[in-house]
């Protein structure tokens, strides 16, 4: 481990900035080898603090300092002290001008923080703490300045130099090199500042906001990818006009620009204006992206857009409110995304996502709080709790509140807090003043670690014609948490009566029935029971309706109650959720017992859905079991080959009792244009597929010819690829065959052999592992390149239980091969891939001991980084 052991930073020990930083003007001149950086900072003590000892600290990290001067004179050396984290100047006036130079060297940036060079690019990343790579800086987001940037570089080969607001200069420069200047009125933390050098394509469109500004929209791509830019630009005029109308907000600048570069260590970033994005998440045609990737580039677009104000307009004070605007910005994504196709299967996936990747986070060695109270490294804190379970929050509070109230709040929150930079506790404030709710316990939710397990059991009283709900919640002990509150939680149920019609949720000591339908109901002790009236039969509860607070239910609804609730309940996503219990209990009992047998009121059950004259993309998803890793989840030690056989044999029961009907559907979808995105299309394709795969794994030799001509058709890559994995899951010669092809076809475009090289990571085989070994040494492989690294290692760590968790400990000793061998290039990338390993703890002792030994093994040989050194010493206490 390293030498020194990276300081603890705490909330508790917040300060507001002794100093302020009012301007700033920065001067580049670009190259890749070396780039100068000449700062100017309008400094000011802040009068808000009271004096401390005169001396004034700011960040750096990797800077050759060249010059320094304060108020125009040059620092002698005994004026300052340089250290490897920053600058300190031992005596500072009330008020000065600080001049410096810094070299740097983009080239040499592996790490993707910075200034940084992506092919022929060179471009930023400041969030969360990049400025201080490119000069010495207050690099906290409560201190925010008017920025004016000039970019001097070499004219032919980066014709293009973009930054943060407006240009306001341009000159050519007689050496061939240019100059331009750019401005940003608005006041900003030092993390969304960003620049662009390069050779890049400009796709240009206009937006006139809704109080007739025109507004310049433009992307940037390599050159010769200009057209496959539409979505994206189409996207983001959806997102600004949405953001208008739901919440009444509009843009700011007269210029609102996106770049997409090849290499990027997350999948896009809000710089003000000037939206930097990994290009996976930009670039789409039907050729060369699936319906899942242009799903993500709108969601993506508009989440950047969004932050405008959730982030920029009013920003957050410390790293600690991290969820206050990322937790914030994905519900507004979301409920855009919702939008855009249908509501119920927008919730589906969202709760499918927070299910596999944030309820697992918080039951395990890093489970933290929305809020987290301390941190090693705040790169490690960009998850799914601060990401997901942070959009749940806000959604509870929208719940509660009601629409109106909720957009009462968020008006009272752009109002007061524009142009600061603001805490959590601020925005529940503004929610409460707007809606005179007390959401004192609510609160809770930001404090406590774990996913509450919220028990329901239900009782129907024939005589008095009243049925109780009894509910129960607990909160499991977390890392350093063991005492736990009960929490404020919206529960939304509706009540069914026998022919499946909604009744009225009438509680009792209300004078009268309300309308029959949704209801939601306030839980705020540990044990609490409803009483509702008039119902002369005992009713079918349909329970935490469109997933109403982010909990692990556990319901005592019968099968029965639940195969009903699957064809009758009138919510969509409460269908799905009744289709995900039966399958879930019917594959935990086949884990059990593989002989157990799929009974024949379940396999009709689903034939109905199939056939229902329902949404397409909405019944996909209902005839979609939970995953392998839900599966996990679920048991108190993971059975790594009990979950994959029983998942196998559930596909391949499902695929023969139901073959008729999923040719049918085949044959029924098959004719759906290519190259349409309508959300018809997109569902078609959807069910299409899984009609495919269902037949595959029944082995049915009319599915296997209707793959191959799927796959040969190659005009659209959802369906290509899905008939791709499909042959590679079932292996032999079509597979290869298929592969080869498909890397011809394709070698010339990184995004799609990124996916090429993911199907084979992700291949249930036994030769898996070693075909991931060999794919490391494949041309096309680039450890520089985190979506390369991703579609391989990441793939198979993640997506591939079988095979990451062989039992003789192959694939985790992989895995700490890659991540000991990324550390020292990109170590944000190393702890992200590192994850897989954490969780040891939830499967048998063999396994824990081999996974351990792995992390043992990285913390000796590498955690040099505070990114690696935090995830293993958490795992490993
Ligand atoms: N704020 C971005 C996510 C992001 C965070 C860190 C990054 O680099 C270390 C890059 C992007 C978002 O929420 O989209
Ligand atoms: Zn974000």
Redesign the pocket.
């Given at each position: 481990m390293s030498e020194t052991s990276p300081q603890l930073i705490r909330l508790a020990d917040y300060r507001p900035p002794e100093f302020l930083i009012d301007a700033v003007e920065l001067c580049f001149e670009l190259d890749p080898e070396h780039t100068e950086v000449s700062a100017r900072l309008s400094i000011r003590r802040n009068p808000a603090v009271g004096q401390a000892n005169g001396s004034l600290r700011l960040a750096g990290e990797g800077l050759e300092l060249l010059a320094l001067a304060l108020d125009g004179q040059p620092l002698p050396p005994d004026a300052y002290r340089l250290d490897e984290q920053g600058l300190t100047l031992w005596q500072v006036p009330e008020r000065f001008r600080l001049d410096s130079r810094v070299a740097i060297h983009p080239a040499r940036n592996t790490a993707l923080e910075g200034l940084y060079q992506s092919k022929d690019i060179l471009c930023t990343q400041c969030e969360a703490e990049g400025f201080r790579r490119i000069s010495f800086f207050l690099d906290r987001p409560d201190v925010l300045a008017r920025y004016r940037t000039t970019l001097i570089a070499d004219r032919k080969r980066f014709p293009v130099l973009l930054a943060n607001g407006n240009p306001i200069e341009r000159a050519e420069l007689p050496d061939g090199r240019h100059r331009v200047t750019w401005e940003d009125p608005f006041p900003k933390p030092c993390y969304l500042f960003a620049l662009v050098a390069g050779d890049l394509e400009c796709v240009e469109d206009r937006f006139v906001t809704a109080s007739e500004r025109e507004v310049r929209l433009q992307i940037y791509v390599e050159p010769q990818k200009g057209e496959r830019c539409a979505h994206a630009m189409q996207s983001l005029k959806q997102a600004m006009r949405w953001d208008e109308v739901r919440f009444g907000r509009e843009y700011d600048l007269d210029v609102f620009m996106i770049v997409a570069v090849s290499h990027f260590n997350m999948g896009a970033m809000?710089n003000k204006g000037l939206n930097l994005f990994n290009d996976r998440y930009v670039l789409a045609s039907p050729q060369t992206a699936t319906d899942e990737d242009f799903a993500h580039i709108a969601a993506i677009v508009a989440?950047e857009y969004f932050?405008n104000w959730t982030?920029n307009r009013i920003t957050c004070r410390d790293w600690f409110q991290l969820s206050l605007?990322?937790g914030l910005?994905v519900y507004r994504e979301q409920e855009f995304a919702a939008g855009l196709f249908s509501p119920s299967v927008q919730r589906i996936r969202d709760v499918r996502f927070l299910r596999a990747q944030q309820f697992p986070e918080d039951a395990g060695p890093l489970a933290h709080p929305v809020r987290p109270d301390s941190y090693l490294e705040i790169n490690n804190f960009y998850t799914a709790t601060v990401y997901e379970k942070g959009a749940e929050l806000i959604r509870m509070q929208a719940t509660l509140l009601g629409p109106e109230s909720f957009r009462r709040g968020m008006d009272l929150y752009f109002a007061r807090h524009d142009g600061q930079a603001v805490t959590i506790e601020d925005f529940v404030r503004c929610m409460e003043e707007a809606s005179g709710r007390d959401l004192g316990q609510f609160r809770r939710w930001y404090e406590q670690a774990g996913t509450p397990e919220l028990s329901i059991w239900g009782g129907y009283d024939p005589t008095a014609q009243t049925y109780t709900l009894h509910v129960r919640q607990f909160i499991p002990p977390t890392p350093g948490q063991l005492v736990k509150h009960p929490l404020h939680l919206p529960l939304a149920i509706g009540l069914l009566g026998e022919d499946g019609r909604e009744l009225p949720v009438w509680l009792a000591g209300e004078p009268e029935p309300p309308a029959a339908g949704t209801r939601v109901l306030e839980v705020t002790e540990s044990e609490q029971h409803f009483v509702f009236v008039g119902l002369d039969a005992r009713p079918v509860p349909s329970l935490l309706r469109g997933f109403s607070a982010p909990v692990k239910l556990k319901d005592d609804l019968t099968e029965s109650d639940r195969l009903f609730l699957l064809a009758h309940d009138p919510d969509g996503f409460g269908r799905w959720e009744a289709g995900q219990g039966l399958m879930q209990d019917l594959l935990l009992r086949l884990v059990a017992d593989p002989k157990a047998s799929l009974p024949a009121e379940f396999i009709e059950a689903f034939r109905h859905a199939l056939r229902a004259k329902a949404d397409p993309a909405l019944i996909a998803e209902v005839l979609t079991p939970p995953s392998e890793e839900e599966l996990g989840e679920q048991m108190a030690v993971i059975d790594v080959e009990g979950i994959h056989r029983a998942h196998r044999l559930f596909g391949t029961e499902l695929g023969r009792h139901l073959r008729e009907d999923w040719i049918a559907v085949y044959r029924d979808n098959a004719e759906a244009d290519p190259s349409v995105l309508t959300p018809e299309a997109v569902g078609r394709r959807a069910l299409n597929n899984l009609a495919l795969a269902y037949l595959m794994r029944a082995g049915n030799p009319e599915g296997l010819e209707l793959c191959r001509m799927q796959f040969g058709k190659g005009r659209n890559l959802t369906d290509v690829l899905a008939a791709l994995r499909l042959l590679v899951e079932r292996g032999g010669d079509d597979a290869e065959a298929a592969l080869a092809e498909f890397y011809r076809r394709w070698s010339h475009e990184p995004l799609v052999i990124d996916k090429w090289f993911a199907v084979q990571a992700t291949a249930p085989h036994r030769e898996t592992l070693v075909r991931v070994v060999t794919l490391l040494h494949h041309p096309a492989y680039d450890p520089g390149n985190p979506n390369r690294v991703r579609s391989l290692i990441g793939a198979f760590a993640a997506h591939n239980p079988i095979c990451f968790h062989a039992a003789d400990g192959a694939g985790y000793c992989l895995l700490a091969d890659q991540v000991l061998q990324l550390e020292p290039l990109n170590p944000q990338l190393a702890a992200r891939l590192l994850k897989p390993l954490i969780r040891w703890r939830r499967f048998d002792p063999q396994r824990q001991a081999l996974m351990r030994a792995e992390l043992v093994r990285i913390s000796k040989q590498g955690a040099r980084s505070p990114d690696v050194f935090e995830l293993v010493s958490k795992a490993c206490s």
């Open positions: 809000e989440h932050h982030g605007k990322e910005t």
